[in-house]
């Protein structure tokens, strides 16, 4: 018997592909895994194939488990003089202005390909060709770029994207952006989908496909060698649990920063019995956002620096406080009560295509907000900082829940506004996604503000916040409604009685299916 699921994945065609594993005898687990894949080849700039990812699984049976698929530095074995070298400085508009780098430097140890392969063997129930042949036969037919990967080029289509020829001449008209719905069109990927489904995970990591990724590699001057690729391990991970309402939360544990920075977030609102304020909501995220800036982004080990900030959140108590772009994530939860939550990022995009193989490398380490201590500063092996978080729930009464955005930073604030609308408010999960947000920025010259999109509510609760350290009023920024900058929430629920809803964000290009 195929089992039903609900979907929320960043487009059609990886809703497609997630139904596609259902009827191979696949299960959420399955339909996550097929339906990312499938949105790394068909939102290019967006995510891309050599990307980190945290894949969070909560079975029907048994506790949740958290499978650490992210991004390594590289530079095992490597040439001393490559570090420091091979990024391309790149300006964008994007949310305000940012810096990132980008070029074969930039390119950090992928995970999420080994990733997936741990979660299927563990929990997969469709063959994992299966999985990857949908997603090579559906970038074979030639793709419609969707309005949020345009959006993304019409800002770095001559940046990030213009350096490598080859790059250039399949998602740029010449360093400038195609328009919504360009039908494009990659062999050498389609190719690439079709192998990795044939050999499996262990040939992007040992075999031809990382032979031909680190040749590429010493070519161009990266750090990527064959040792990071040979060695590189996912991780299987005990989550951290949060009680919000009648609610069991489970988030990835550290060394990433975003699942203990929204536990941390959750943790302090988790004992209000009043309806929480934006006002309230603003002050709890610029608490646990300050402590992150200063104690956790530049720590040595962000595995206890992430547990000490829950630590420090635990000893403040509730009562003690005042009352990404280029991410992609998956939520699909199935008939069985099956859920799984997987969150995949490439940073900004690195621009580069890597060996042939159609698939863009990341550019985690070209990324300075995951790089506090300096770009190439990590020893070789080190996990590198994420805001990922994908997140999966169980009510008491049995509802079961799959959620997650990408957004970079405001992962964590996006996730901590529709959790508590659902959660805590008891509104609609619709209506909890679509709600005006917030997110409390640091900038660039040390200051704070907070970035909101218009709405007179929200406008009139913010105005005249101060800060609880420096007894400033916090400026406001506004955004248009519904931009693309607050993220894009997708969410899976399964009720008691068996009926399956999937909610997308109209702030991106989204797609759901119940099937």
């Known amino acids: 018997m195929t089992r039903r699921a609900a979907i929320a994945a960043p487009n059609p065609s990886a809703t497609q592909a997630g139904l596609h594993a259902l009827g191979a005898g696949g299960n959420a687990v399955d339909g996550a895994i097929a339906a990312m894949i499938t949105a790394t080849a068909t939102e290019p700039g967006i995510i891309s194939p050599l990307a980190g990812a945290f894949i969070n699984i909560w079975p029907a049976e048994g506790d949740p488990v958290v499978i650490d698929g992210n991004v390594e530095m590289p530079g095992r074995g490597a040439d001393p003089a490559r570090f420091g070298s091979g990024l391309i ?23 999420m390909f080994a990733g997936m392969g741990l979660a299927h063997e563990r929990f997969g129930a469709a063959p994992w060709g299966e999985l990857l042949g949908v997603a090579a036969m559906i970038t074979a037919d ?14 770095v289509a001559h940046t990030i994207f213009a350096w490598d020829p080859t790059t250039r001449g399949i998602y740029t008209h010449d360093a400038t952006a195609w ?28 075999g031809d496909i990382a032979a031909r ?24 991970r005990t989550p951290l649990r949060t009680t919000l309402g009648a609610w069991d939360l489970s988030a990835n544990p550290p060394p990433a920063i975003g699942g203990a920075v929204l536990t941390a977030m959750l943790r302090l609102l988790g004992d209000v019995k009043e309806r ?30 992430g547990h000490e900030l829950l630590e420090t959140i635990a000893s403040l108590g509730a009562v003690g406080l005042p009352t990404s772009q280029d991410t992609a994530h998956v939520s699909v ?20 295509s890597v060996g042939g193989t159609g698939m863009l490398g990341n550019n985690a380490l070209g990324e300075p907000e995951l790089n506090r201590r300096g770009l190439h500063a990590l020893a070789p092996g080190t996990r590198l900082a994420s805001n990922m978080a994908p997140t999966t729930g169980r009510h008491r009464d049995g509802t079961v829940l799959s959620i997650g955005t990408p957004g970079a930073d405001r992962i964590t604030t996006a996730l901590l506004q529709v959790l508590v609308h659902f959660c805590l408010h008891g509104e609609t999960l619709q209506y909890a996604v679509d709600a005006p947000r917030l997110h409390v920025r640091h900038l660039d010259d040390g200051g704070v503000r907070i970035d909101f999109e218009e709405s007179a509510e929200l406008e009139e609760a913010l105005t005249g916040l101060v800060g609880r350290s420096s007894g400033a009023v916090v400026p406001l920024h506004a955004h248009e409604r519904r931009a693309m900058y607050f993220g894009g929430v ?15 964000d109209p702030r991106r290009d989204s797609a759901t299916v119940v099937g």
């Not at 161009?220 to 996912?234: C, Q």
């Open 333 to 352: 939860v199935d008939s069985d009560g099956n859920a799984c939550a997987i969150t995949a990022s490439s940073g900004y995009g690195s621009g580069m």
């Open 89 to 111: 400085e790149c300006v964008t508009t994007y949310g305000g202005g940012l810096t990132t780098y980008a070029g074969p430097g930039s390119v950090a140890t992928p995970g």
């Open 179 to 206: 328009a919504p719905g360009h039908l494009i069109r990659d062999d050498a990927l389609v190719a690439t989908l079709r192998q990795i489904g044939e050999e499996g995970a262990a040939s992007v990591y040992t």
């Open 490 to 504: 997708g969410a899976a629920l399964r009720t008691p009685e068996g009926e399956l809803t999937a909610v997308a």
């Open 213 to 236: 990724i680190v040749a590429d590699m010493d070519e161009r001057g990266g750090l990527l060698t064959a040792r990071d690729l040979a060695e590189y391990r996912p991780v299987v």
């Open 142 to 155: 030639g793709f419609q770029l969707s309005h949020t990967a345009a959006s993304y080029f019409e800002l």
């Open 276 to 305: 929480v304020s934006p006002a309230h909501a603003a002050r709890v995220m610029k608490d646990v956002l300050d402590l992150r800036l200063h104690r956790v982004d530049v720590a040595d080990d962000l595995e206890v620096a």
